[in-house]
């Protein structure tokens, strides 16, 4: 299948989508063009200029939590065994906040009419000031992809692979999520700018977000091997972005953990060195006997830590993974979140008989080859993806058919990526609970 057999093929399955499916939003989009990379590029559409006079969102500063889970304070978990759209709608999306959300209200710059992002750093030829209309009035694009906390899965930690000491929320498998998101990429902003041949890192930083300690950097090779695929995010779904969500504008760093997507962005940085901060040193880090602590050169930028705060390794891409419409079974864990639907070490139920059993599955490095699933320790049969599938940064659901006989039953998932990775029966210990896609078990009681 040759570039213009794919780009028509994927444009008349989200066509289908969005005429079959509820994606979370009212309207249609005009699907003008399309760019493809091949069978696992991120599936992008220049952005239409009716999206440039969209009305604003609806104000929702705090989320409903009769639609989310609630995990503590500044967080929100989607109920995930209540997934079935292929777009999840925003009032649906995990929230994961390190402070209370900042509004504009609190903080006047992030009022759109304030707005500006500082573009600036020894490794551009440049420095900028972008303003909300300079970022509307530049070259956008639209990108179907999933955003997963690096929590996510965690419980299975303490439930499954009986790692008690590792700490963190209990978000079960509901924070991740799959959006429409419409953003300025980073060529654009290297064009204005100019960078540097011996630009080695690059900052995302929020400095209004709580302490003002809340950014993340990324390593040039890696920016530099998708600069159209990363960049400046202020719509999401076709709406102006929510508070909850980053409002005005956001990073957007498809296929690694949401806490690269840094929130309420105001700078951008490109240096010579590296940077070290609170979400690469102590936080967001795979910290544990496996994983050896990195080192600083002299000359890294450190903002708010020092060199004896690096615990580990950053976490950057998020691992194939899957998981079934089923509410995990919580026994282990130090907390059940406040509106969980079973209570502690409660099963949840399944009438016998003819079931057809649904999923969710993403392999956001490489894209999505299969899923497999097998009951009791059986064999492992392939489950049945349903379209669309449209490349590596986006998910697939998937089902299969299962004659529930009566008794307590062990279904568990397996999803394989492009390059062949596959979920892992299990996962190295790390104190954080970062990334955790070892194969789910989910026990059901079938009456």
Known sequence: MNRSDIARAERALVEQVLKREDVGRRRMFAVAAWSVAGAAAATTVPASPALAQAAPARRILQKDDSRILNIGA????????????????VEEFY????????????KPELDPRNWKVKVHG????????????????????????????????????????????????????????????E??????????????????????????????????????????????DIGLAFRMNGNPLLPDHGAPVRALVTGWGGAASTKWLTEIKVATH????????????????????PTPAPGDEFRNVGPEDIHGPMVEWMPVKSFITVPLVIEKSPSVPANYPLKRGEL?????????????????????????????????????????????????????????????????????????????PTVPFNLYGMANNAIPKFRIRVV
């Open 122 to 181: 020894n490794g551009l030829e440049r420095e900028l000031e972008l303003t909300y209309d300079d970022l509307l009035k530049m070259r956008s694009r639209t990108v179907f992809a999933t955003m997963e906390c690096h929590g996510n899965g965690r419980t299975v930690f303490w439930e499954q692979l009986d790692m008690k000491d590792v700490t963190g929320g209990n978000w079960v498998l509901g924070a991740v999520g799959l959006a429409e998101w």
């Open 274 to 293: 590296d940077f070290w901060v609170r979400l690469n040193t102590k936080a967001e880090v795979f910290a544990g006997p496996d994983y050896p602590k």
């Open 74 to 89: 500044t967080v929100r978990s989607g109920k995930y065994w209540n997934f079935s759209t292929w777009i999840t709608p």
């Open 183 to 228: 953003y300025v990429p980073l060529s654009e902003i290297f064009a204005r700018a100019g960078l540097r041949p011996d630009a080695k890192a690059l900052l995302f930083w929020s400095g209004v977000d709580g302490a003002g300690d809340i950014g993340r950097p990324m390593p040039m090779r890696e920016v530099l091997s998708r600069p159209d």
């Open 95 to 106: 929230v994961r906040n390190h402070y209370p959300t900042p509004t504009a209200e609190q």
């Open 348 to 424: 949840p139920t399944l009438a016998a008989g003819r079931q057809t059993i649904r999923g969710y599955a993403w392999g956001p490095q490489h894209g999505l080859r299969k899923v497999e699933y097998r009951i009791d320790g059986g064999p492992w049969r392939e489950a049945h993806i349903r379209p669309p599938n449209l490349g590596r940064y986006t998910w697939s659901r998937f089902d299969f058919e299962w004659d529930a006989p009566a008794g307590e039953h062990v279904i568990e998932t397996r999803a394989t990526d492009n390059a062949g990775i596959s979920q892992p």
